[in-house]
């Protein structure tokens, strides 16, 4: 159980456009759901917290117009990286917490992206 | 200071051998301590969750927390190349509170 899934895995565009990526949980409803921003060999780090039906909290330094993230339903969570830019490469990862615990957090796969 | 020092490594040890990866924090509201592990290019999977000091089995694996001493440890037990992965130690003030992660600790078993 507790499965995630996100889409695609994998992006490549050309900069100035804009690329949303998905995060469904696929067996548990979740109330909250969380973005991370990996760089190789680096950390996980938190970019905003998602709760279904409200706006993002975002971290401090991370654009909320430009890191758009939409919490539709239970399942689905939306980050849409708008006008990317080459800065703007790296390893997006979603995860979801079933119940009221933050702990308890299950990753999707990641989606890299590439701008060029 | 950071809240959570993880050794990035790598860590590179012979099939077999027993592992052991840390972390130390400052924090002394943390409470909940998890162990993840994360393959390359993958989303991060949760191996161990624990929530006091002592020990916690599973498998070939133990998390040990030293509150007192402010540090955790994950020990890998006949250790084989599937192991081999980035390992990140995460933490957390409760439930509500949102963890925080080490910088992962890359481990590399070879036969």
């Known amino acids: 159980g507790a499965v995630v899934s996100q889409h695609p895995s994998r992006v490549i565009c050309k900069s100035g456009t804009s690329v949303k990526i998905e995060c469904r949980s696929l067996?548990?409803?979740?109330?909250?759901m969380f973005w991370y921003r990996q760089f190789p060999k680096q950390s996980l780090m938190l970019m905003a917290t998602s709760n279904e039906g409200s706006k993002a909290t975002y971290e401090q330094g991370v654009e909320k117009d430009k890191f758009l993230i939409n919490h539709a339903s239970l399942t689905l969570s939306t980050l849409t990286v708008t006008s990317a830019h080459p800065e703007d490469s790296s390893f997006y990862i979603c995860s979801a917490s079933p119940g009221g615990s933050y702990n308890e957090q299950f990753f999707g796969p990641g989606t890299r992206l590439t701008v060029l | 200071q950071k809240e959570v020092e993880q050794d990035p490594g790598p860590l590179s040890v012979p099939e077999g051998a027993i592992v052991s990866l840390n972390c130390t924090y400052s924090?002394?509201?943390?409470?909940?301590f998890m162990w993840y592990r994360q393959y390359s290019r993958k989303g991060p999977e949760l191996l161990m969750y624990t929530y006091s000091s002592g020990n916690k089995e599973d498998g070939r694996f133990t998390a040990q927390v030293d509150k007192s001493s402010k540090y955790i440890s994950l020990f890998i037990r006949d250790s084989q190349p599937s192991d081999s992965a980035t390992y990140l130690c995460a933490m957390g003030a409760g439930g509500s509170y949102i963890p925080t992660f080490g910088r992962g600790t890359s481990l590399i078993v070879h036969p």
């Open positions: 924090n002394s509201a943390f409470q909940y």
């Open positions: 067996d548990f409803q979740a109330t909250t």
